[in-house]
């Protein structure tokens, strides 16, 4: 579920990631971030891209299906996303949600009022709790990997790179749900190459 690119984006971005596995593909050409976002391609990382990468990605049973949504509503909530993932169930089962960006659903049950952080953070606690209790279209338990990439603060992200480029799990602070509910938190740090 995708709340801030579009499809074609999100899908290109997989076979990038994909293409430069070099457990998978070794030998082949490695392909910047950059370089495709900028279209600095050359012929033969664009061959190898979108005829061998991607063609694999979406072709081969080894990796399962990656099924990208769009939500087409303004005021997206969590009933929307379960309802989309019980009706895809019904022909595949559900291993793993990535939610690119919670934050961005609409917390609310009600169309009125403005939310707070505290109803953000709530909806954060909910999806945890669904990822845990979910049940697929036949009722049966079907709990999923739920994965919810966020950026950190501007003022986190200034105090990291002071830090030796370490920063606090409080840079998360306007919602603080999201390292409180977390199994797992891992940060990705990116910094200029200059």
Known sequence: LSR???????????????????????????????????GKLTEEQKDFLFKRADHDLRNNPLYGTLYIDQPNKSKYRLRDM???????????????????????????????????????????????????????????????????????????????LKNENLYSIDAFAQYSEIERSADILFTVLMTPLS
């Open 4 to 38: 801030e690119m579009s499809h074609e984006i999100v899908r290109a971005l997989f076979a990038l990631l994909h293409a430069n596995n070099k457990t998978i593909f070794p030998g082949t050409p490695y392909i910047s971030y950059e370089d495709w976002q900028e």
């Open 82 to 160: 379960e309802a989309t993932l019980t009706e895809l169930e019904a022909t595949m089962p559900v291993h793993a949600v990535v939610c690119d960006y919670l934050t961005l659903l609409y917390p609310l049950e009600s169309d009125r009022g403005q939310p707070s952080n505290n109803d953000v953070n709530d909806m954060i606690k909910q999806f945890k709790t669904m990822a845990i209790t979910h049940r697929n279209f036949r009722g049966e338990k079907a709990p999923f990997v739920a994965i919810t990439p966020a950026q950190i603060s501007r003022k986190g992200l200034e105090t990291a």
